[in-house]
């Protein structure tokens, strides 16, 4: 029997410079590893860099033309839960998010997810609710969403510090990851075994 942890990746979505997004998933990140349940992966989207979906066939086939594609598969199939650290913009989630979700199909399938959104009145709640939908249609399953109010709890010289609220919230998402990550396991390998 294995005794490896299960690995999230944290996914940071926003690019833009200036962002405050690379700070929140840290934050995140040091809760997932204080939490312990899993090995914990930094993605970052503004590393990752890649192009406006530029792939001929649909992902469906994994028929990958283009390498950065290619190395972004390999990138999310190793996960088997996921947190996206999303801004919102205009009432909904930015165009990286949705970007690097379009490029994958199967490799999305049959996984845990949860969501930390940010913003000013609203705390990203809308784009988090457009990231369901789409990831609904993906066949990964919700474990929770943490909503963090800039205007209240703000990035202060490049670091954010949650308070007791957040760190518990989170710690209710992460427990609800783990909880899913091996239960979707299975299934996820089944599908795999007969493509």
């Given at each position: 029997m294995s005794t490896s942890k299960p690995v999230l990746q944290v996914i940071i979505c926003s690019t833009r410079p200036g962002r405050v997004g690379g700070a929140i998933g840290q934050w995140f990140i040091d809760v997932a590893t204080t939490h312990g349940g899993f090995d914990v992966e930094l993605v970052d989207l503004l590393v990752v860099n890649l192009p406006l979906y530029d792939e001929p066939q649909h992902p469906i086939r994994?028929?990958?033309?283009?390498?950065?594609?290619?190395?972004?598969?390999?990138?999310?199939?190793?996960?088997?839960?996921?947190?996206?650290?999303?801004?919102?913009?205009?009432?909904?989630?930015?165009?990286?998010?949705?970007?690097?979700?379009?490029?994958?199909?199967?490799?999305?399938?049959?996984?845990p997810y949860g969501i930390v959104c940010y913003g000013g009145a609203s705390m990203g709640l809308r784009a988090a609710q457009m990231l369901k939908l789409i990831l609904a249609a993906l066949k990964v399953t919700l474990c929770g969403d943490v909503s963090i109010p800039l205007a209240t709890t703000p990035v202060k010289d490049g670091v954010f510090a949650g308070n007791d609220i957040l760190v518990n919230s989170s710690n209710t998402q992460l427990n609800e990851l783990a909880v899913f990550a091996p239960l979707l396991k299975p299934l996820r390998d089944s599908t795999e075994a007969s493509r």
């Open positions: 994994l028929q990958y033309l283009h390498e950065h594609t290619k190395r972004w598969s390999e990138t999310i199939s190793r996960a088997d839960a996921f947190v996206f650290v999303i801004p919102e913009y205009n009432h909904s989630m930015n165009a990286a998010t949705k970007n690097c979700i379009d490029y994958l199909h199967f490799e999305w399938r049959y996984k």
